[in-house]
């Protein structure tokens, strides 16, 4: 192979020096705050490239969702030059091979570069790594470092966080910690720093943006783009409002645990095994959110100990947990029974795990206006919640650029799970009949509906069973 100088063909703009030279030079945990279209991935793809030929190891640019990565990055295009983002950065000479499919590039001297989702981070824990981008991170899973942080740390990589501000949430903290920790690099850019939009071009994006969301919000949106403002709510948030009115009215705070109010909690059980849970106290007029809760690929058992072990460290007691409608047909890891049923199996074992019910079945726009409802009468614990908090005001309905409008539906991101619960903990408080016992019959005639049998074959085993109860022959 002929001699091939990287990075290939590109130099970093005075502006993007600092972040370089401190990659260049070692640095392993890097913070870049900048303004839309300063070229944050285009020095990380290229800070990746010199560095996989520097050491031989896998290498991620990891971008919120992976179907979004493919997009942004994958099949991105340099509109300045016309090019494929990544054939500016690793070109064809330096690679063996290009996976289409899985995103992944494998260089001539064994390393490999990959483009993967925050989305699905459980599917990356354990892989070796020796070093990440968290592209877009402020709208990034918050618990992906976390999961990954470890590897990092055993395998001496590094990491970096790039992304524009999007409210005060996860990335602002990861902000505030390079700014804290010594060897760290953190760096706030924003458009008057850089030469990359004029004066004019920037009145005109203020315009744009408040012809589309009026003059408050558009200047908002204005500051946090191109000024890396974290004071803009998040663009979309369906529940931003509200959060930021509990920290004004002082309702977000540490507070003690009330010993004698029973404790209710409010669940979510994800696509991906992903399962959020809110705890709540009554106290007359008052809502008390005392802690949440978030774990992905968990069983049962591991809830039930989690709730035995809050309720000895808490010294609280349990009145009911409040589950959606598809725990009762849904099952996870019990050989057939559903969700609900195993719980209801844990609660005659454990007595002090109180009852478990199911919510009302409404649909998501009602659950909606059932939590903003809610959140007036709710102080929430600020330590114990923060995560489920950032959660919360993350939620966000998706913008259609084409329609110039906001959809209906909320994006399924992080933030959901944490959200759903939430919606389901409202709807227990605001809407929903005392909690009734669940039918053990009942639970026998949805496993019969999970086996294939008709309504009428249930019909009749139902009369059956009826019968026997009246005769007293029912086992």
């Not at 994006?411 to 809407?431: N, Q």
């Amino acid at each position: 192979m002929a001699e091939l100088r990287l990075p290939y063909q590109w130099a970093p703009r005075a502006y993007q020096r600092g972040l370089w030279n401190y990659l260049k030079d070692g640095g392993t945990r890097a913070v870049m705050c900048a303004h839309r279209r300063w070229g944050k991935d285009e020095v990380c793809l290229h800070h990746t490239a010199c560095a996989a030929f520097e050491r031989v190891g896998n290498y991620w640019h990891m971008l919120p969702e992976y179907a979004q990565a493919r997009k942004a990055i994958w099949d991105g295009v340099n509109s300045h030059s016309g090019k494929k983002r990544i054939d500016e950065a690793f070109p064809l000479a330096v690679r063996e091979s290009t996976n289409d499919q899985e995103m992944k590039i494998k260089f001539k001297n064994g390393s490999t570069w990959q483009v993967v989702g925050s989305d699905n981070v459980n599917s990356l824990v354990g892989s070796g790594v020796a070093g990440m981008v968290f592209s877009e991170y402020a709208l990034s899973n918050p618990s992906s470092w976390g999961y990954l942080s470890p590897i990092l740390e055993e395998n001496g990589g590094w990491a970096i966080f790039i992304s524009t501000p999007r409210g005060h949430n996860h990335f602002e903290s990861m902000l505030e910690t390079a700014r804290r920790e010594a060897g760290w690099f953190a760096e706030v850019s924003r458009a008057d720093d850089t030469d990359v939009f004029t004066a004019t071009q920037l009145t005109a994006q203020l315009r744009e943006l408040q012809d589309l969301h009026g003059v408050e919000y558009g200047l908002a949106m204005w500051r946090q783009e191109y000024f890396a403002s974290f004071d803009a709510a998040v663009i979309g948030s369906i529940w931003g409002d509200c959060v930021l009115q509990a920290e004004q009215q002082g309702r977000i705070l540490d507070f003690d645990i009330l010993r004698d109010c029973p404790v209710d909690t409010g669940w979510d059980l994800g696509r991906t095994d992903s399962t959020s849970i809110w705890f709540r106290q009554l106290h007359g007029k008052d809502i008390n959110i005392l802690d949440h809760h978030s774990s992905h690929g968990k069983d049962i058992p591991f809830y039930v100990a989690l709730l035995l072990e809050k309720a000895r460290d808490h010294q609280i007691r349990y009145r009911t947990h409040w589950l959606p409608h598809d725990a009762r047909p849904r099952t996870l890891a019990a050989g057939g029974q559903s969700i609900l049923q195993q719980f209801h199996e844990a609660a005659k074992v454990h007595p002090e795990l109180g009852r478990f019910a199911i919510v009302p079945r409404l649909d998501v726009q009602e659950g909606i206006q059932a939590a903003r409802a809610t959140f007036p009468s709710c102080r929430f614990h600020k330590t114990r919640c923060e995560k489920g908090l950032n959660s919360l005001r993350q939620y966000h309905r998706e913008w259609d650029d084409e329609r110039k409008l906001f959809l209906d539906v909320p994006v399924h991101d992080f933030s959901s799970h944490d959200a759903d619960a939430f919606r389901y903990l409202s709807l227990s408080w605001k809407f929903a009949r005392p909690a009734q016992p669940e039918s053990p019959l009942m639970d026998r005639l949805l496993a019969g509906s999970r086996q294939g049998l008709t309504m009428g074959a249930l019909r009749e085993r139902l009369l059956r069973r009826k019968s026997a109860e009246r005769e007293g022959t029912a086992p």
